[in-house]
């Protein structure tokens, strides 16, 4: 069955602005770590940003260097969705944008936020085409 649906991708110019979203199972979704990778065709998925709740220091909020500033992760606990608003899009933006969740354990709370090996969820994927 499906757990992690995404969506809101699509093709937008330099410099323009899309949300991703993508909903989860309530039982995924409280885990309460998710997060955001990308890849292109050639490359390793890399890690865009994540969220987590709970834990020794309560719980954070991780991006990558290229997403400071420009991006932003969000829930919204009561309808299960994880949410990155992308502003400021760069052609090297172009990417498949999937959805993860693992827990905030397997991600040594945070240490290895951005390595795909420790989130055993992942959605489908949503293409995001920046010109």
């Known amino acids: 069955h499906v757990q992690l649906v995404e969506s809101g991708g699509g093709s937008v110019q330099t410099g323009g602005s899309l949300r991703l979203s993508c909903v989860a199972s309530?039982?995924?979704?409280?885990?309460?770590?998710m997060g955001w990778f990308r890849q292109v065709p050639g490359k390793e998925r890399e890690g865009v940003a994540a969220i987590t709740t709970g834990g020794p220091g309560g719980g954070g909020v991780y991006y990558a260097d290229f997403a400071k500033g420009r991006f932003t992760i969000f829930r919204d606990n009561a309808k299960a969705t994880l949410y990155l608003q992308m502003n400021t899009l760069r052609p090297e933006d172009t990417a498949m944008y999937y959805c993860?969740?693992?827990?905030?354990?397997?991600?040594?709370?945070?240490?290895?936020?951005?390595?795909?090996?420790?989130?055993?969820?992942w959605g489908q994927g949503t293409q995001v085409t920046v010109s």
């Open positions: 993860a969740a693992s827990t905030p354990r397997n991600i040594g709370y945070g240490a290895e936020w951005g390595n795909s090996g420790k989130y055993p969820y």
């Open positions: 309530r039982h995924i979704y409280n885990s309460n770590c």
